[in-house]
């Protein structure tokens, strides 16, 4: 599955293939989100829970499904599994169109976190095989980028797609999956040395350590997002919305000017720095008595947080054999969907009972539990660490 050994040259054309098909996928998953509340309470005088659950069914299969996606990746070809999550994507979009009631819908929603899987899972796994031994990290980072801009195209341009009413949203959907399933299809698919086993679990030891610091890490984010303009707010500071963006520009932008650091200076050296980095921005914001201070913290933060993952990531594939990096790779990112089920209500739950200041500061504790799990991960000796 991997490189062959030496090759240091990035394989451009399948990886624009590869990146372009998951920006467009999620492009064409997400136009919907922005919609979806106003669409169910129209059509079926739905409460907040019900709104909520069809907005959020979708993480529910998605954190099942991303093991069985890795898995069929490394038996049946990354880009096999990649086109069918595209296509669940597209078939999602065009069954919007039909009166499938709430319950239908729910489903319908539950479909579509099968092809978010399917999509992100197989791409992620097929990049990791196509990047040279010491770009990897970095080909991870970039990866994570290209789905973030899909998200944002994606919700942006369903919102700007309104007023033109429900049903162009639903044919923008199917138009940018099949978009998406082209770029996939067109992708160059190299030789693979030697045919994958495929592994013998879906839940891949070497993905629980990694993972758990994943989820951990994952707090400080859900309180970010969630709770960052009330904090502000209850202190006088307007724009809070302006902390969320420069999160968001400096957690792709470090990504794309640093994104070669796990590479460079090992994984385990970076997730301490990003933990901390992490950690100390989310205390700034939670002390920040002004809107400049705050900014700083989210910037911070995005920086430490940007790089964890894929450092994070490379743990994993440092300690997983080629023929279960599929399935490695899906039980890994399925701690950031649980992470997120978890860490919702119960962030909600500090906010209530001790305040806003309260969130960050245990996204904090978080952040560093998440380092010290993560250095409880043992090194690879010198011969697996070649093995990816």
């Not at 890795?70 to 990354?78: E, I, K, M, S």
């Not at 933990?275 to 809107?291: D, Q, V």
């Amino acid at each position: 599955m991997s490189a062959p050994a030496g090759k240091s040259a990035i394989p451009r054309r399948a990886l624009v293939g590869i990146f372009g098909g998951l920006f467009c996928g999620y492009v064409g998953l997400t136009a919907a989100i922005p919609v979806l509340p106003g669409f169910v309470r129209e059509s079926y005088g739905a409460t907040d829970f019900a709104v909520g659950l069809v907005v959020m069914a979708t993480a529910l299969t998605a954190l099942l499904v991303r093991p069985v996606s890795g898995h069929l990746a490394d038996r049946y070809g990354h880009r096999l599994i990649m086109q069918t999550g595209a296509l669940i994507v597209a078939a999602g979009g065009a069954l919007y169109f039909l009166p499938l009631g709430l319950t239908g819908l729910v489903a319908l929603r539950l479909l579509l976190g099968v092809g978010e899987a399917s999509l992100f899972t197989a791409g992620a796994v097929w990049t990791v095989s196509l990047a040279p031994h010491n770009r990897r990290g970095q080909l991870i980072g970039l990866y994570g980028v290209s789905m973030w801009g899909g998200i944002s195209v994606g919700t942006f341009l369903g919102a700007t797609l309104l007023p033109f009413g429900y049903g162009a949203v639903w044919g923008f959907s199917v138009a940018a999956a099949l978009a998406g399933l082209v770029l996939i299809s067109v992708a160059p698919v190299l030789p693979r040395a030697g045919q994958p086993s495929g592994g013998h679990g879906l839940l891949v030891r070497p993905a629980l350590l990694p993972g758990a610091a994943l989820a951990l890490a994952s707090a400080g984010y859900a309180g970010l997002a969630a709770f960052v303009v009330l904090h502000l707010q209850t202190r006088g500071i307007d724009s809070g919305v302006v902390v969320l963006s420069g999160f968001s520009a400096v957690y792709g932008g470090t990504r794309l000017l640093i994104g070669h650091l796990p590479d460079r200076l090992g994984p385990r050296r970076v997730v301490t720095w990003s933990g901390l980095g992490e950690a100390a921005g989310l205390l700034i914001i939670a002390l920040a008595p002004n809107l400049p201070v705050a900014l700083v913290g989210s910037l911070i933060m995005g920086v430490g947080f940007s790089l964890l993952h894929p450092s994070l990531a490379l743990m994993v594939m440092d300690r997983t054999d080629g023929a279960q990096q599929g399935a490695a790779i899906g039980a890994y990112t399925s701690f950031w969907d649980l992470g997120l089920s978890i860490w919702g209500p119960l962030i909600g739950a500090v906010a209530a009972g001790l305040g806003y200041p309260a969130v960050f500061v245990a996204g904090a504790a978080c952040a560093a539990a998440a380092v010290a799990v993560a250095l409880c991960v043992r090194q690879p000796d010198a011969q697996s660490a070649t093995v990816s």
